[in-house]
């Protein structure tokens, strides 16, 4: 029987339809390629010190019932890559873990591969990531043995002896006391490029002592971290020694004051034995010593020794927490056991008294120096007032009441608060709170006996320049030298 060509085409028809649906079914049962999918946000990924940034993924196109195997890995090894999948074995996130300390802003890269187990399969992915500095970094370039920074900043400081262009040598860093709890947060050691790190807590004002270490533990020089909003330039009151006729910029606090109030506890001063560049802890309102603590929390307490040596401010750069009581009973100060080595030059110029220059044991920030006995003669001045400040809320003040005394010369006052003083033995009296508050004060300046002219106040007066012994813990105050 013969057909048409109409009724051939009509048979082909269906057997035409069938063809294109195997066609069109194997198309959709075609094996698409495994995949990785990744979540970056719009503005990139940026990672700072100590955080940990998490980018999710999702595979695609997984075989049913394959294991699949996903690792990560970044082409800069100071960061941590890992990854971790989810129980569907399709999805999980990458973290990347970024150091303590980021030194330097960079942008490295971040490689993923999925690994099907039973067929070896892969699919890659990659992503960038911009490491950035802490929003607060601040690099310190000039050397001191005090720097003064905001709270909430990480900073970073030369490690120098004192002013010099002389580098520490050290394999460590640590906090060895702050004053406030949580005022640094943490420490980093930078040997190979002479530089220390610290972080500070935001909102935490307070004083810190970090030390620098050696590979055997030992101390081999250590720095103040005076942290506060204070700007000792702007506070400054100017004053010019008719018998020198010096220019004295004159900071408006003692060193480590975190306020020129003098109804805070913290308008007064750390103390120190005179000649020394490290701080010991400042005192309150209720006549004791503040407590120190470590980076954990732990209450740091001070050692009291009597000095065994004859030269003595060497033994001192390793031991900044211990105080020296002097042999027979102070006479020859903290520095020596040796009568003849504290009328050496050495001795003298600790400070700068001789020199009249920053010495590498200057205590004050860069810029500024312990002030010579000269520069407190405005107490002095024919247009001088002494004034004794008492506690605000005293109704009939007594001497206990007594906070301290506002010198007032010409337009600008400078307030010295009577924090009391640690004698030679390592004991702390005559604080604000007690009876017979006192509040003596350092200068740069050796008499002929060798004993310093330093300020001294009680209830009845303030003197400029009193012969004090050197063992004694005292606050300083700094200069700029016109």
Known sequence: MKRTITQITAALAPMCMLTLAVLASCQKTEIQPL??????????????????????????????????????????????????????????????????????????????????????????????????????YIEISEAANCHIVKPGAFVRFPANIGNTSEKVSFTAAELLWQDTMNLVTSVTADPENAAVYAVLSPEVSG?????????????????????????????????????SSRTYKIMDRHIGALTADPQSEYSNGLFYQWGRKDPFVSSNHEGDLRPIYDISGNTVEKIIEPCNASDNVTVSIAHPLTHYSGVSGGDYSWITNDPSFMASDTVKDLWGGNSEEKSKYDPCPAGWQVMPSDAFGFMNEEDATKEKVYNASAEEPSNADMLGWMINYGSSKLYFPSQGEVQHGGNYVNGIGSTWPCGKVWSATLDENIRCLAVNSSPSNIYPDSSMPLGYELPVRCVKIK
């Open 35 to 136: 995949s990785i999918s990744l979540t970056i946000p719009s503005e990139g990924i940026s990672i700072q010190q100590g955080e940990t940034v998490e980018i999710p993924y999702i595979l695609n196109n997984t075989p049913e019932g394959g294991e699949i195997e996903v690792s990560a890995s970044s082409d800069n090894k100071e960061f941590i890559v890992t990854s971790e999948s989810d129980d569907t074995n399709t999805s999980g996130t990458i973290s990347v873990q970024a150091p303590d300390v980021i030194y330097t802003p960079s942008t490295f890269n971040v490689s993923i591969t999925a690994t099907v187990a039973n067929t070896g399969e892969t699919a890659n992915a990659n992503f960038t990531v911009s490491a950035v500095m802490y929003e607060g």
């Open 207 to 243: 004083n810190a002592v970090i030390a620098l270490k050696n590979a055997d533990g030992t101390i081999t020089w250590s720095y103040h971290l005076w942290v506060t909003d204070f700007d000792p330039d702007t506070e400054a009151a100017d004053w010019t020694s008719s018998s």
